[in-house]
């Protein structure tokens, strides 16, 4: 197991369209975090998954975004109908229950044009 | 106010310089990490700590749960070390993270 992945590292999109993201958590880590950081600021909680279940939504998770986790292993971050302010670094980690070390991706860049 | 606070927010130093970033926090906590994030975006942890003092390499971590306070110090810094640098807290279920120290160390 080589850590977190997140693919893809960068994606360009229009505004308007849909994109989708993909993190694969380290196998036998049974909570997995999203994360959304701009430039110049610590990430931003978004939710996160007791393997299938998401248990916490923040409030910057608008009715565009939405996770899955179908199987408690990879999950899926999909923003719909993309707007400028949805260019950031979406980070994912992972950890065992009562755990309190996090592992991280290496991010998905978003740029919205 | 945010909930971890760093200082400062930029540091460029010399390579050779001991360098310390601080961090503040108001929430309690069960633990404090220090992460280090390179220009690619990855963020490696670096210490977990709870307290006391921890050591690794040029690396130093200390917390002070009184006063709800923690430094990163680097001794003998190095261009490689030159990163955002981030304090975040764990508390129940999730973290919350300072805005990041951007470290430059020029040769």
């Known amino acids: 197991d080589t850590g977190v992945s997140q693919n893809p590292r960068h994606k360009i999109t229009k505004r308007g369209q849909n994109v989708t993201f993909r993190c694969d958590p380290i196998s036998e880590h049974n909570r997995l975090y999203w994360y959304r950081q701009t430039l110049g600021q610590g990430p931003e909680f978004l939710t996160y998954?007791?393997?299938?279940?998401?248990?916490?939504k923040s409030r910057l998770l608008s009715d565009r975004f939405s996770a899955e986790r179908p199987k408690g292993s990879f999950s899926t971050l999909e923003i719909q109908r993309t707007e400028q302010g949805d260019s950031a670094m979406y980070l994912c980690?992972?950890?065992?229950?009562?755990?309190?070390?996090?592992?991280f991706g290496s991010g998905t860049r978003l740029t919205v044009v | 106010k945010n909930e971890v606070e760093q200082s400062p927010q930029n540091l460029t130093a010399q390579e050779g310089e001991f360098i310390t970033i601080n961090c503040s926090y108001s929430v309690g906590i069960s633990a404090l990490h220090w992460l280090q994030q390179h220009p690619g975006g990855g963020i490696v942890s670096l210490f977990m700590l709870s307290s006391g003092k921890k050591k690794h390499g040029r690396l130093i971590a200390t917390i002070n749960i009184q006063e709800k306070h923690s430094s990163l110090h680097i001794t003998a810094s190095h261009p490689r070390d030159s990163a955002v640098y981030i304090c975040?807290?764990?508390?129940?279920?999730?973290?919350?993270f300072g805005a990041g120290t951007r470290l430059t160390v020029k040769p």
């Open positions: 998954f007791q393997n299938e279940a998401q248990l916490e």
């Open positions: 975040a807290v764990f508390n129940n279920n999730d973290m919350r």
């Open positions: 980690a992972s950890r065992p229950t009562g755990a309190q070390g996090y592992t």
